[in-house]
């Protein structure tokens, strides 16, 4: 008598993960690492990861932020984005610190 045929037990993927550490970091390119660097040192990539964001994008535009970040993991993507638009503008903060101000030998006139 034929042993019942049984199906393999179905392997659910892994949630892609971002390394913890700057020497781990492989995939992104070195500025995309910096910024995820930075992130994780002003305390943004620690905790539990509960939250989901879900949204349709463009197959092109995808695929273009992978190749141009050196990622190929979709979530990755979505932590490196939400971390460069977390950062601080640096120029931002220059323009807003030096409103108004102009140094002794500007001159306005052409």
Not at 27 to 35: K, L, N, R
Not at 62 to 68: D, Q, T, V
Not at 76 to 97: I, K, N, T
Request: hydrophobic letters at 40%; proline letters at 12%; aromatic letters at 4%.
């Amino acid at each position: 008598m034929a042993a019942p045929h049984t199906s393999p037990p179905t392997k659910r993927k892994a949630p892609a993960r971002i390394p913890h550490g700057p020497a781990q970091v492989q995939g992104p390119t070195p500025v995309h690492a910096s910024v995820l660097d930075e992130a994780r040192r002003a305390g943004l990539l620690e905790g539990e990861r509960t939250e989901h964001v879900s949204f349709r994008a463009p197959p092109a535009l995808l695929e273009a932020a992978k190749r141009e970040a050196g990622i190929r993991s979709t979530s990755e993507l979505g932590v490196l984005a939400l971390a460069m638009l977390a950062r601080p503008d640096p120029v931002a903060a220059f323009f807003r610190r030096t409103e108004g101000q102009l140094g002794p030998d500007h001159d306005l006139e052409y």
